[in-house]
DNA sequence: TTGTAAGCGTTATCAA
DNA sequence: TTGATAACGCTTACAA
């Protein structure tokens, strides 16, 4: 690989000291302008382009931002990692990204890969699989910066982005009711989630507010195969007790219900009404269209991006204090929950 | 940010030469085995962890793969990075993540981003706008191994992964035509698009090859604007001699055709035949079930990194020599193309 | 305003 | 088998 030309080669070419090019090039107030004009002509004209690792080795940052996420394949994450994206590019920061794959030991060892200082800050979600939590303690320890969102872990005192879970899994479970759901089955992924409690209590707390009592086996714990969700869900369905209401607390178990419901003889929504919290485009596409509750991912993102710029380029002005930052969802009716 | 020991502690505190112990480190034979388990054992005690920037400064390889993708909400796309990181994290690579959204201003940043050897390598899919390539071609004259996948740019002498596009298009129109279509309609992102000329080709043919004619308006260059999209496809349907059939050569056109279609008083497959190339993972939920042409993305991936990872740990032995490695798509028919 | 020199944490060369 | 030293390319005290 040919490198170009170094900082020393530049400041040979200009007959000038290799510490007045690099100060010229940072714009630096000891500098005439007559110089830096020279300088950064000439630069330009080499093709300079400054050696990002010796950079990174003296003034110990990177310029980048890593980012864990547990799934790629995914509508609400995709969105999120552009929107953490839009803004990095604009200061200037790159990204790294992982994909936990769901999976702990998969997560453990990125985090340890990032515990030698690659990325200048982490921001994740962490795998549905993650109840041990020492390897995101050791990374705060090290004092790298780090955010959760959606997927958060209370116990690392940092600051988190989610969404309003609990409100809209209560709205989302109300209006099953109002559209006349007796019924109500609440699918999670893991009940370690964070998103799973909050979602779990908010569909709890409609079902009583509605005079419901909470049937525990409608409270139906997915795993991370497709198909053996398909046939679980499936499974509740063809009970004597089935429900009439589902409520998937991510978009996945949602088309898992609809392929699950293929295989049966019911129909949606007639005689099972469904609302997912889903990002998907497509909603309206689907047989009947998905009534969904859409995160905020792009401004999560964001957010997330904004808040850990902000920590890295003015560090004392800005901690990371331990809060959750809550942006609403908002849910939009389509068929999947009409009334008869 | 707390960077825990470096080399020189770490060899105080075994009372060595941190040369010794960064030989010992890396099993170099001229350390005895006694030493090397000392060091070894303190290491890990320590939890020593190399300074990635200083080795990179010192090796002139970043351990990074920098991939550089279109759009991000594409599951296509996304198979393929789940591919490539497969691979990469197999090898111990981290891989810098980019999305130029389409847009050829963006891609020619990111590209020169990369000019300055932050990453080992680049695989990239060009953007829907890139007809000017002198970015690409600076990057290649830098010698930084380069690899196109799926949106190739053929003038860049090194190895390229596709689909076999023609082919699939041509199979794909011939099962429209089977099937019963007299007007099959082309639906494309763009004309400069390596895979658009191909997927276009193979349209043709089986057109002639039918001896049908084929009609310029037939062949729809669409934009980046999904409502835009949408509008021109209506627009097609309405007019007096509209398509019976529709081949997208790309996913979201053919949720486009769907958007379109429920515009209009037309039923797939009665008066519309689709067929798509597409990875979505609900092709069958949707309504009707889209008959589709699906990339071996995660494989695509796979030997992307593969084949780098050979050119980067073996540079003498391989070489990225200039052709186009084609894996076969899969046709998996569905409602959207039944016969009447 | 510019130049000299040290140092970031590694690895490689050469010497012991 | 191990140690001293230089070098990778940059930034920043300190000197001029």
């Given at each position: 690989m040919n490198n170009g030309v170094n900082l020393k080669e530049l400041a040979a070419e200009l007959k000038l000291a290799p510490s007045t090019v690099s100060r010229a090039l940072n714009d630096s107030?000891?500098?005439s302008e007559a110089t830096k004009k020279k300088v950064i002509s000439m630069a330009e004209k080499l093709n300079y382009q400054p050696n990002p690792f010796a950079r990174s080795l003296r003034?110990?940052?990177?310029k980048t931002i890593a980012v864990i996420i547990?799934?790629?394949?995914?509508n609400f994450f995709a969105q999120v990692m552009d929107g953490i994206e839009n803004i990095a590019q604009e200061h200037g920061y790159h990204l790294l990204v992982y994909n936990t794959h769901e999976d702990v030991d998969r997560e453990k060892k990125i985090v340890n890969l990032l515990l030698?200082?690659?990325?200048?800050a982490v921001v994740m979600s962490v795998s549905s699989?993650?109840?041990?939590?020492s390897h995101l303690e050791k990374l705060y320890a090290r004092g790298l910066p780090l955010i959760f969102f959606?997927?958060?872990?209370?116990?690392?005192?940092t600051t988190k982005f989610i969404t309003n879970d609990y409100e809209s899994s209560y709205q989302g479970t109300k209006h099953l009711i109002q559209q006349g759901c007796k019924k109500v089955a609440f699918l999670m992924l893991?009940?370690?989630l964070s998103i799973t409690k909050e979602r779990h209590r908010g569909y709890l707390d409609a079902l009583l507010e509605a005079g419901l009592s909470p049937e525990p086996a409608f409270s139906l714990n997915c795993s991370m195969c497709e198909e053996q969700n398909i046939e679980l869900i499936r499974e509740m369905l063809w009970s004597?007790?089935?429900?009439?209401g589902i409520l998937a607390s991510v978009e996945k178990l949602a088309l898992a219900t609809y392929q699950a419901v293929k295989r049966t003889?019911?129909?949606?929504?007639?005689d099972l009404k469904v609302i997912s919290f889903s990002n998907m485009g497509i909603a309206g596409l689907l047989e009947p269209s998905l009534t969904t509750i859409t995160q905020p991912a792009i401004t999560i993102g964001q957010e997330c991006a904004k808040l850990l710029i902000k920590k890295l380029t003015k560090p004392k002005q800005n901690d990371l204090i331990d809060q959750v930052i809550t942006i609403p969802s908002k849910i939009t009716i389509r068929s999947s929950t009409l009334a008869e």
């Open positions: 107030w000891e500098i003034e110990n940052k990177s547990p799934e790629r394949i995914n030698n200082g690659r990325a200048d699989q993650t109840s041990d939590i959606d997927r958060i872990c209370t116990d690392i005192p893991s009940k370690e004597n007790n089935r429900p009439d003889k019911l129909r949606i929504p007639q």
